[in-house]
Antibody, heavy 126, light 110 residues
Framework: EVQLLESGGGLVQPGGSVRLSCAASGFTFSSSAVSWVRQAPGKGLEWVSTVNDVGHATFYADSVKGRFTISRDNYKNTLYLQMDSLRVEDTALYFC???????????????????WGQGTLVTVSS | QTVVTQEPSFSVSPGGTVTLTCGLSSGSVSTSYYPSWYHQTPGQAPRTLIYSTNTRSSGVPDRFSGSILGNKAALTITGAQADDESDYYCVLYMGSAISLFGGGTKLTVL
């Protein structure tokens, strides 16, 4: 059974930092791209960041680029999100999600986020 | 800035059929965007319903179907049940690992 368990959320002041973790099990972690998706209170979902299977390629939404850093440890089966220079608008439930990608004709594309964790809440407030 | 559009809310009677749509603020949605659909009940993680326009995720009943209708992606629920009451999100793949979520549709079954 695929499981994704996030941790590390909490209350942080504007301008502060926090690191989220996501422990993965039930699948070959080192063969899968993984992502962070967030949901502000009462709002919709927003893709935040993705790292490829070996951790060499990272991608970010414009709203977090330059402030957040995604990484992974394939020996520990763990995904991370280092969040710096936090803003009030970063307050959200942060989900870890496993990507499913398909490739055709030399091009690859994400077809879905096929498994999700339950999320960890980050609250940015003074 | 590209925005993915969804109806904010929709209502369907038990046993009825409803079609939710997913559009783009500029341009048309096609299969090249690999539309996917998720549902989410309060306090829960999202769950995948449909991917690659019309492929049902494992365990999803065939009451749920995906398609392209005109210039939008569509999710059709036939024989709506009370526990279909949920928030529904579409996602479009924009390239360069970027996926854009729609704002979600709150579906009420009554």
């Amino acid at each position: 059974e695929v499981q994704l368990l996030e941790s590390g959320g909490g209350l942080v002041q504007p301008g502060g930092s926090v690191r989220l973790s996501c422990a993965a099990s039930g699948f070959t972690f080192s063969s899968s791209a993984v992502s962070w998706v967030r949901q502000a209170p009462g709002k919709g979902l927003e893709w935040v960041s993705t790292v490829n299977d070996v951790g060499h390629a990272t991608f970010y939404a414009d709203s977090v680029k330059g402030r957040f850093t995604i990484s992974r440890d394939n020996y520990k089966n763990t995904l991370y999100l280092q969040m710096d220079s936090l803003r009030v608008e970063d307050t959200a439930l942060y989900f870890c999600a496993k990507d499913r990608w398909d490739c055709s004709g030399g091009n690859c594309y994400r077809v879905m986020f096929d498994y999700w964790g339950q999320g960890t809440l980050v609250t940015v407030s003074s | 800035q590209t925005v993915v559009t969804q109806e904010p809310s929709f209502s369907v009677s038990p046993g009825g059929t409803v079609t939710l749509t997913c559009g783009l603020s500029s341009g048309s949605v096609s299969t090249s965007y690999y539309p996917s659909w998720y549902h989410q009940t309060p306090g829960q993680a999202p769950r995948t319903l449909i991917y690659s326009t019309n492929t049902r995720s494992s365990g999803v009943p065939d009451r749920f179907s995906g398609s392209i209708l005109g210039n939008k992606a569509a999710l059709t629920i036939t024989g709506a049940q009370a526990d279909d009451e949920s928030d529904y999100y579409c996602v479009l793949y924009m390239g360069s690992a970027i996926s854009l979520f729609g704002g979600g549709t709150k579906l009420t079954v009554l």
